[in-house]
C-alpha cells in the first residue's frame, strides 16, 4: 500500500505565487528559459533553469549550474519570496484547463514505494537526463519539481477534499498566461492530515503520469543519502519525494506526434506507397488530418495531408504495447520505411506535444522537406495496464495537459 506523507513545503508568499509558478525545466528551451527570466526576477526558472544567470557559453551541465541554482534559491527564501511551512501539511492543488477541473494531493511518495513498484514506471530513463536532475536534487538539497501522479481515489478521500475545498479558502487562485488555472488550499488540521495519510495507505499503486527522470533522479539522491548516514532511520526527508496524486480519471493525454527530418533518401511516392501496403490511406483536402479514433493517424508529407487506418492484422492478437499507437508507428513506418531504429537517440526524428497545432507539424515538415504524424492520445487505462504489467511505453506516447508548474512546493532534503 501507498505511503504518501504530508510535509513542510517551502513555497511562495500568496502574492507572489503567480510569478514564481514556472512550467517544468524540461519544456522549455534555454533561449526561452532566458527570455522569461529577463522579463521576471521571480520565477522559478531561476532554479531550475539556473544556466540562464550564468554568461551564454557557460554549459547545460556545468557545475556552476546547479551552485547557481542554490544560490538562486537560497536568495528567495532570504527576500521572502519563499518561506517554509512550520508543521507537515498536505496541499489540495487544482488545476482548470479549457473547463475541465482536476484535483489532487500535494504531498511525499517514499523512495521505498518506487524501488518495490508500489510506484509504477511506463517509460525507460535515460542516464544523462538522470544526472543532470540527481545534480539539481543533490546540490539544492531540494525537489524542486513535483511528480506527476496518478491513481484510484477512494470514495472516502475524494469526499475529504471535496468538503476541505467547501469550507476554506484558497491559499493561491491565479490564471497564467496559457488560461490554465492554478489553485492551492493548505491541509494544515491535524485530523485531516490524518485521514488523508490513512486513505493514502488503502491505495495498492501509484502511477508516474509524467516526470520519470526527476522521480529516478530523487530516488538515486535519496539512496546516496542513505549510504552517506548509514544510521538513517528511514524518517528523514531525504526517502521522500515531492509528488502530486490526481485521480486518474481527471486527467487529459494528449497526442504525442512525431516528425522525421527526412525520407530516408525516398521519394515522397515511393513512400506513400510502402505505408499504403500496411494501412487504408484517404488524402484529406484543405486541412490537417486529425485522427480520431485508436490506430488512425494523421499524416502530412510534400503539401498533402492524409488519413491512415491501420489494417487489423497489424495490432489484432497483440499485448496492449502492441496495440499502442506509438509502437504501431514505430514498428510499421518509422523503422522499416524511415530509418528511424530507435526513437530515443536519432538525431531525424522531433517530438511535438499535442498542445501544438497540427499546422506546427506541417510547417517542421516542410521546412526540412520531411514527414509529419499526428497520432491519437494514449489513454489513461492503457497506461496504468501497462505499469502493471511491468512492461514499457515506447518513449515519447503521452503528453499530458496542463503542466503541473514548479515553485508552488518545494520538498526540502533537509528540513528544520
Not at 527570455?35 to 554568461?55: C, Q, T, W, Y
Not at 496518478?150 to 467547501?166: E, I, M, P, V
Not at 501509484?206 to 530523487?218: F, K, Q
Not at 487506418?309 to 497489424?314: D, G, M, R, S, W
Request: hydrophobic share 40%; charged share 30%; net charge negative.
Amino acid at each position: 500500500m501507498a505511503v504518501f506523507r504530508a510535509f513542510k513545503a517551502l513555497r511562495p508568499a500568496r502574492e507572489k505565487a503567480a510569478a514564481v509558478a514556472a512550467l517544468p525545466y524540461d519544456v522549455v528551451s534555454r533561449e526561452e528559459a532566458a527570455a522569461i527570466g529577463k522579463e521576471n526576477p521571480d520565477s522559478f526558472l531561476h532554479v531550475d533553469r539556473a544556466e540562464m544567470d550564468l554568461p551564454a557559453d557557460a554549459g547545460l551541465y556545468d557545475p556552476e549550474v546547479y551552485k547557481k541554482a542554490k544560490e538562486n534559491l537560497l536568495q528567495m527564501e532570504e527576500k521572502g519570496i519563499l518561506s517554509q511551512d512550520h508543521k507537515p501539511c498536505y496541499y489540495i492543488y487544482e488545476l482548470v484547463r479549457k473547463g475541465k477541473v482536476q484535483t489532487g494531493i500535494a504531498g511525499c511518495a517514499s523512495i521505498d514505494d518506487y524501488l518495490n513498484n508500489v510506484v509504477k514506471k511506463h517509460e525507460l530513463t535515460r542516464s544523462d537526463k538522470e544526472l543532470d536532475r540527481i545534480n539539481h536534487v543533490d546540490v539544492c538539497d531540494a525537489n524542486t519539481g513535483p511528480i506527476y501522479l496518478a491513481c484510484r481515489y477512494t470514495d472516502r478521500l475524494s469526499g475529504l477534499l471535496a468538503q476541505w475545498k467547501k469550507d476554506h479558502l484558497a491559499e493561491y487562485d491565479f490564471t497564467e498566461e496559457d488560461e490554465i488555472t492554478h489553485r492551492v488550499w493548505v491541509i494544515d488540521e491535524d485530523e485531516a492530515i490524518a485521514l488523508i495519510r490513512e486513505e493514502m495507505e488503502k491505495i495498492p499503486a501509484l502511477y508516474i503520469a509524467d516526470g520519470h527522470h526527476r522521480a529516478a533522479s530523487a530516488v538515486k539522491v535519496g539512496l546516496k543519502r542513505r549510504e552517506e548516514n548509514p544510521g538513517y532511520t528511514g524518517d528523514e526527508e531525504f526517502n521522500f519525494f515531492l509528488s502530486v496524486v490526481f485521480p486518474y480519471d481527471q486527467l487529459t493525454i494528449l497526442a504525442y506526434n512525431r516528425v522525421v527530418k527526412d525520407l530516408n533518401g525516398q521519394t515522397p511516392e515511393q513512400v506513400l506507397s510502402r505505408i499504403k501496403e500496411k494501412f487504408d490511406m484517404t488524402i484529406v483536402p484543405g486541412f490537417p488530418a486529425k485522427p480520431v479514433e485508436k490506430h488512425c493517424f494523421g499524416l502530412y508529407l510534400d503539401g498533402f495531408w492524409y488519413l491512415l487506418k491501420a489494417k487489423p492484422e497489424l495490432y489484432e492478437g497483440k499485448d496492449v504495447v502492441g496495440q499502442l499507437d506509438s509502437q504501431l508507428l514505430q514498428e510499421q513506418v518509422l523503422a522499416p520505411i524511415l530509418g528511424i531504429g530507435d526513437s530515443r537517440t536519432d538525431k531525424r526524428i522531433s517530438f511535438v506535444g499535442g498542445s501544438h497545432k497540427l499546422r506546427e507539424l506541417q510547417a517542421m515538415a516542410d521546412k526540412s522537406r520531411g514527414i509529419a504524424f499526428a497520432l491519437y492520445p494514449t489513454s489513461m487505462e492503457d497506461l496504468m495496464q501497462i505499469a502493471d504489467e511491468n512492461k514499457l511505453m515506447p518513449p515519447k506516447s503521452t503528453w499530458f495537459e496542463p503542466k503541473l508548474r514548479s515553485g508552488i512546493f518545494i520538498h526540502k532534503l533537509c528540513q528544520r
